[in-house]
């Protein structure tokens, strides 16, 4: 079981990353933050509950989202593996991934922190836009989509995040920056933190990750040919 964790601010690159290292390892993206807008938009309890925390930047709390997540590993597509995207976001969600992992006989293959200073972040997120179909990510600046407001992959609709508003920017950069520190120093003492520079293109940092779980022994990745689980 390949399991990746992208690690990063908000705005980092994370959800650009994740589909296009899906691709090449053949396992799915896990990404909170879509599970986490889906409930909202089916207007479920947990939809209603996590929206409360989602519109004031801040992170919705760990019983919550470890529940969430272990539901979604628990279903047979994430069998084989999956990338994790945007989880985990506190030492407590990193300690309870690894405690659902061991209990499968597995673990977390590899740590990658898609490293972007906090300017930057900003301007990305500030001029995000993502499609309503898929979560997939559009820059107006530099990454626009082929056509203004339609999705290149789907044709579905470009919608800027409610929580990419400046003032919610600047909370969630202040609330969540700390605990991406916590889960840093955890993957790096468990010894399977890598790092890439995030401020390269999309491109470069792709060929990096792939260059860094290649280095980890993670099958499927750049160069081998190889599906993973192949
Ligand atoms: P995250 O999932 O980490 O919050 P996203 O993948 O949604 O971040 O990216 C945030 C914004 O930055 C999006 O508008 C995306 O198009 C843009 N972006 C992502 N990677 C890069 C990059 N390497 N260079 C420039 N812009 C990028
Ligand atoms: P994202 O799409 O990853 O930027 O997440 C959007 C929002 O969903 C975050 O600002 C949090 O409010 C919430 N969220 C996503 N993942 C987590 C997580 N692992 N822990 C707590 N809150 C999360």
New binding site residues.
């Given amino acids: 079981m390949n399991v990746v964790v992208l690690l990063g601010a908000?705005g980092a690159g994370k959800g650009t990353q994740a589909p296009l290292l899906a691709a090449r390892l053949e396992i799915p993206v896990v990404?909170?933050?879509?599970l986490?807008r889906a409930a909202v938009r089916e207007g479920t309890p947990l939809g209603l509950e996590a929206r409360r925390?989602?519109d004031a930047?801040?992170?919705?709390p760990d019983e919550i989202?470890v529940r969430l997540l272990l539901e979604r590993l628990a279903r047979p597509d994430a069998a084989d593996g999956v990338i994790l995207d945007?989880?985990?976001?506190?030492a407590i969600?990193a300690a309870a991934l690894d405690a659902a992992l061991t209990a499968r006989g597995a673990g977390v293959g590899a740590a990658v922190l898609v490293d972007v200073p906090g300017e930057e972040l900003v301007r990305r997120m500030s001029g995000r836009w993502i499609c309503r179909a898929n979560g997939h990510p559009y820059h107006e600046v530099s990454s626009p989509p082929r056509v203004a407001g339609v999705c290149d992959l789907d044709g579905s609709e470009l919608y800027q995040r409610a929580?990419d508003q400046p003032d919610t920017i600047r909370t969630?950069m202040d609330q969540?920056l700390g605990s991406l520190r916590e889960v840093i120093d955890h993957y790096r003492a468990a010894g399977c933190l890598r790092s890439v520079d995030g401020l390269q293109a999309i491109d470069r940092v792709a060929a990096d990750i792939d260059a860094q779980l290649t280095a980890a022994g993670i099958r499927g990745a750049a160069g081998s040919g190889r599906a993973a689980g192949a």
């Fill in positions: 908000p990404a909170t933050g879509d986490f925390f989602m930047g801040r992170l919705v989202t945007g989880f985990p976001r506190t969600q929580d969630r969540q």
